[in-house]
């Protein structure tokens, strides 16, 4: 059973910035395309920002040119660089498989909070 432990979110003011990380337990982590996804109080989880096993990305337009997504295979872990943050990014973020209907169980999330 594949777990997902996801860290680095906290408080920030807008216009700040924040690294998330999320280690996973699975030995071929490697192969999977993996993504972020946020859920925001209130609305459905929406993806942000996916990265093939090749490194190929994609991003939400909400968050194109402030976001990076990426990967360490030999650490099993993916990365979010989250720059210029704004109020609206405030959300739980997860990590998972990039392919929605294929997930992994879900881990615990990191809350980030952009206020002044």
């Known amino acids: 059973q594949v777990q997902l432990v996801e860290s680095g979110g906290g408080l920030v003011q807008p216009g700040g910035s924040l690294r998330l990380s999320c280690t996973s337990s699975g030995s071929i982590f490697s192969i999977y395309a993996m993504a972020w996804y946020r859920q925001a109080p209130g609305k459905q989880r929406e993806l942000v920002a996916a990265?093939?096993?090749?490194?190929?990305?994609n991003y939400a337009d909400s968050v194109k040119g402030r976001f990076t997504i990426y990967r360490d295979n030999v650490k099993n872990t993916v990365y979010l660089q989250m720059n210029s943050l704004k109020p609206e990014d405030t959300a739980v973020y997860y990590c998972n498989r990039a392919v929605s209907r294929l997930t992994w169980p879900w881990g615990q999330g990191t809350q980030v909070t952009v206020s002044s």
């Open positions: 990265i093939t096993s090749g490194r190929n990305t």
